[in-house]
């Protein structure tokens, strides 16, 4: 009976969002592609649209709905388009796109949010090519499978499937040889937080960059790079959930998820040919708009590497000039978030690697290799385990 319920509960989502595409005359608005999200349509005029846009479930927390739509006109035309979150609200500046991989946001002269923060009213130039309006960036399948290839291309990375999402979706590792110590990096359980994700694949290509530091770095340390673990969310335009209406940044430890089970086996794993986890980040994005925070244990802990995230986090601050970053130190929260739960399993510093979400984007090109650099150099002067 309560199965029932549930699917019952599934599928009337899934009849609401025929509202995924509409037109008038003149106007078309479209967003059935791979990371795209509409859910319901109103032409208020020839030129005047109201969107909104719903929670991905009913039992999201922390909501906040994502965006990603097409709009194109038969002629030339001013479009006012507004965007309505009736369960959340407007937490994304909107970024335009002419094709699917330049992104602007759009110009504060064009777009504002309503007074309360529920809606936002963008107007925008619209013409026959169209344009791809989104909440960030769409980092979707074509960009992993691109992502990976070049991943697969280094000599010393392998790539794996270490298991399927809910949707039967492949889960990719990439990895380098089996050391006795490995750095784990985690990616992208949350849909919307595009900006972990630009961190994330420069993180990783100063990792295995041409550097002596970096050289010297692999050849100690076995790089585990999970970069995609919730490919589900991604591609249905969730914020925050996998297709299982679960926050897999909730269920380190429960492990009810397929996406956190194969992380999980792959521990287990690494447990048995005596390959012991000595770093975790895991890339996120934060509303607190144009930072960076990285949450860690307060260090006092007794994390192994000892005072780790304070020493990486002093020496990387030291070298940036105009750029300011929060460390926040916090204690064990009792959340089954990643963080925690390779802290608890592991006694390693776990650390929660936050962007926010409308930072400039060349500040994440810039900075994020000297935070690698940093990590690497932090991590070479501790003693081999064992
Ligand atoms: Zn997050």
Known sequence: MFRHALLLLLIVPALASAGDYCENDVVIIDSRFDGGRLDDCLFVSEDSVVLTFRNEDFSVEDTFAWFAFHISARDSRNVEIKLQFPDSYARFWPKLSKDRLHWEPADESTAERSEIGKSMTLRLPVDETGTWVSAQELLTQSFYR???????????????????????????LASTADK????????????????GALAMREFVDALL??????????????????????????????????????????D???????????????????????????????FHATKVTDTMIF?????????????????????????????????????????????????????????????????DRELIFDHTHVLAAEMMRTMLEEPTAD
Not at 151 to 170: F, N
Not at 220 to 231: F, G, M
Not at 253 to 270: C, H, K, S
Not at 335 to 352: M, V
């Open 180 to 195: 006795q110590e490995a750095i784990v990096l985690i990616g992208r359980q949350h849909p919307a937080e595009v900006p």
């Open 146 to 172: 691109d992502w990976l290839g070049q991943l697969e291309a280094h000599y010393e990375i392998e790539t794996s499937v270490i298991g399927e999402s809910h949707d039967g979706r492949p889960l990719y």
């Open 252 to 282: 380190w430890g429960p492990f009810t998820q397929p996406e956190t089970q194969a992380v999980a086996a792959l521990l287990d794993a690494l447990d048995e040919q005596g390959i012991r986890p000595r770093l975790m980040l895991d």
């Open 295 to 359: 949450y860690t244990q307060v260090p006092e802990d007794d994390t192994d590497p000892e005072r780790f995230a304070t020493r990486w986090l002093e020496s990387a601050d030291d070298r940036f000039e105009d750029f300011e970053f929060t460390h926040d130190p916090r204690e064990p929260s009792g959340l089954d978030n990643t963080k925690n739960y390779f802290f608890s399993r592991y006694g390693i510093p776990a650390i929660t690697y936050e962007i926010g979400d409308e930072i």
């Open 209 to 250: 960059g041409t550097s002596d530091l970096a050289r010297e770095f692999r050849a100690r340390y076995q790089l585990l790079i999970i970069p995609l673990i919730n490919p589900d969310g991604v591609a249905a335009g969730h914020a925050r959930h996998n297709a299982g209406l679960a926050d897999l940044n909730r």
